[in-house]
């Protein structure tokens, strides 16, 4: 094809309109995906909290347990020096002292390992207490950036709106077949940022590839749907 006047500058400006469009629509389909990331990560949050809960109420009712068995020993052990002021028999009497001394020893045991639990439960507590805040502060990010996201969607939605006829506006100063090219290119491999690239050097300003004389020519000059071989791009210099 011939030179077209103006094709490039024409050209630019409407990869420049798409530029746009494709980073207001990008931000737009990639707002579900980063709500529910945020969500999840919440989640996280809110999962250790309540884990750290169940620890701290894990080792309170421990420490319930190991007091209430203190006080059933305790009243055994008085009962047993109760019977000792009836009995009157010396060996009775000796194995009676020797089983409250048991139960003392038991008792002694279990206040060692409730005071053990207490200090696992202030332990506890702290993780809990640190899980605690950083759940408030997860709250209120995500509360913050969900607010932030709808705002941004719904300012891009009314940019879309308004580029899209920037856009239609521009494409009408473009030949067809130019346009129709252009189009095919930067729809192609699932969307591409650009489809009309200068020249680095003597490379494709896409695939980075060495172009051929010829191209380089037709691209100095500016020849309209001067392409690279390789990767199909329009190029100029």
């Known amino acids: ?21 494709d980073r207001m629509n990008e931000q737009i389909t990639s707002a579900p995906k980063q709500k529910k990331e945020a969500q999840d990560n919440l989640d996280t949050q809110q999962a250790a909290a309540v884990a750290a809960k169940e620890e701290v109420r894990k080792i309170e009712l421990k420490i319930k347990d ?3 068995d203190v006080e059933k020993i305790e009243a055994q052990r008085l009962k047993v020096l109760d019977q000792t002021n009836s009995v009157k028999d010396n060996s009775t009497y000796k194995a009676l002292l020797a089983e409250a001394d048991s139960l003392q ?8 390992d409730e005071l053990i639990l207490m200090e696992e439960l202030d332990g506890v507590k702290s993780i809990f207490k ?3 805040a950083l759940l408030q502060e997860a709250v209120s990010r995500v509360e913050q950036m969900m607010g932030d996201l709808d705002v941004r969607v719904e300012n891009c939605k009314k940019q879309v709106g308004i580029f899209a ?17 252009y189009t095919r290119i930067k729809a192609s491999n699932g969307g591409r940022k650009a489809a009309l690239l200068e020249l680095n050097g003597d490379k494709c300003g896409f695939c980075h590839l060495k172009l051929t004389a010829q191209e380089i020519n037709q691209a100095q000059k500016r020849v309209a749907l001067t392409a690279c071989a390789n990767c199909g791009s329009l190029i100029y210099k």
């Open 105 to 112: 020893k038991q008792i002694g045991a279990k206040e060692e």
């Open 130 to 132: 640190e899980k605690q």
């Open 165 to 181: 006829e920037k856009r239609e506006e521009q494409a009408t100063k473009i030949d067809s077949e130019i346009l129709n090219r």
């Open 66 to 68: 190991l007091a209430a």
């Open 1 to 21: 094809m011939e030179q077209i006047q103006d094709w490039l500058e024409d050209l630019l400006e409407l990869q420049a309109i798409d530029s746009r469009l």
